[in-house]
């Protein structure tokens, strides 16, 4: 294994183009070969960037049969980035399984700071954010009820990632386990053109998203048990 071998994990915008960073550009630039999540989106934004750097696809369908191979152009000298579709790598994206893979073998990891969609979502939530728990999204089904009620005695605030067709469901389970008077933030598309955020108890934004449903990714920021 040669001194340049090293993994990148490079953050990349959820919406707005501009919020990518000079070193994330050079990086993408300077590496052998980059994976992404999916070739097609991220090949929109290497266009847009004027990066010309080889593609190969790593996503959750395949990164279990990837990455030794992966590990072993490493090994031989290869520098290469991770990007998802939007944001930072191995957050709710492929990223962790060959971060550890390349950390038990030696090989050097270097995440760049940058775009992540539920600390924006946190701090403008106006919710306590010293202490707080990344949950991401909750299991759909197998796990969901055991998972609520275990978070329903959490007393930090709690982040979810969720779909738009499944918000009013969720929020639905907030009033259930969590009680209807907890307050609550519902953030969704970020830095894009329709960014908005909707706070209150459970009950007011179940209302709100009942009338008028939900569109783009979204994040959920829930206080914690009183």
């Known amino acids: ?14 919406g707005n183009l501009e919020d990518i960073t000079l070193r994330a550009i050079r990086v993408l ?13 991220s090949g929109k934004l290497l266009k847009h960037l004027g990066i010309s ?8 369908h395949n990164e279990h049969k990837t990455v030794e191979g992966l590990v072993k152009r490493l090994q031989a000298g290869e520098t290469m980035a991770l990007i998802s579709d939007a944001g930072t790598p191995a957050i709710s994206d492929p990223g962790f399984l060959l971060t550890r893979a390349c950390v038990e073998a030696g090989i050097t990891v270097d995440c760049l700071p940058g775009a992540t969609a539920f600390v924006p979502a946190l701090v403008n939530s106006g919710l306590p954010n010293d202490k707080f728990v990344f949950e991401g999204f909750l299991p759909v089904k197998k796990g969901r009820q055991t998972r609520l009620l275990l978070l329903a005695k959490e007393t930090r605030t709690i982040i979810f990632y ?8 969720t929020l639905g389970h907030f009033a259930e386990f969590f009680g209807e008077d907890r307050q609550v933030s519902v953030s969704r598309e970020i830095t894009k053109l329709h960014e908005e ?3 209150g108890t459970v009950t007011e934004v179940l209302a709100h998203y009942t009338k008028k449903p939900p569109k783009g990714e979204i994040v959920i920021v829930l206080a914690g048990k009183k």
Do not use: G
């Open 1 to 14: 294994m040669t001194e340049s071998s090293k993994l990148y994990l490079v953050p990349t915008p959820i």
């Open 29 to 41: 630039k300077e590496v052998d070969f980059i994976l992404a999540e999916d070739t097609r989106t």
């Open 53 to 60: 750097t080889q593609m190969m696809s790593h996503h959750m």
């Open 162 to 169: 969720e779909s738009p067709h499944k918000l009013v469901k």
């Open 197 to 199: 955020t909707i706070r």
